[in-house]
Nanobody
Framework: QVQVVESGGGPVQAGASLRLSCAAS????????VAWFRQAPGKEHEREFV??????????RYADSVKGRFTISRDNAKNTVDLQMNSLKPEDTAVYYC?????????????????WGQGTQVTVSS
């Protein structure tokens, strides 16, 4: 069983930065892929892909809307996968979810990920 926990959200002003962290338990986590999705207000049935990476290393993948502003990376000391978000915009406001799949391949569709965290709220004001 893999448990996923996100942290690091909060309210910020446009242009600010935030760093989200995703911690997961379970030995098979280290053989899989980790992604960040987000769910914006009014889009309760849509989780938008943000970024993903393979835990064991390899190139990351980003949504066009966040390329150049967001960076996904592993923190080996903390055993987390972090999402560094810079130059935040009001349209980045959403609940951000971390998701894990037990295959070492990045996917951008939410249905490919089996384990999900509870989400962390990011609110960007103009």
């Amino acid at each position: 069983q893999v448990q996923v926990v996100e942290s690091g959200g909060g309210p910020v002003q446009a242009g600010a930065s935030l760093r989200l962290s995703c911690a997961a338990s379970g030995p098979t986590f280290y053989n899989g892929a980790v992604a960040w999705f987000r769910q914006a207000p009014g889009k309760e049935h849509e989780r938008e892909f943000v970024a993903a990476t393979v835990w064991g290393g390899g190139s990351a993948r980003y949504a066009d809307s966040v390329k150049g502003r967001f960076t996904i990376s592993r923190d080996n000391a903390k055993n987390t996968v972090d999402l560094q978000m810079n130059s935040l915009k009001p349209e980045d406001t959403a609940v951000y979810y971390c998701a894990v799949r037990l295959r070492a391949a990045v996917e951008i569709t939410s249905s490919a990920y089996y384990y999900w965290g509870q989400g962390t709220q990011v609110t960007v004001s103009s």
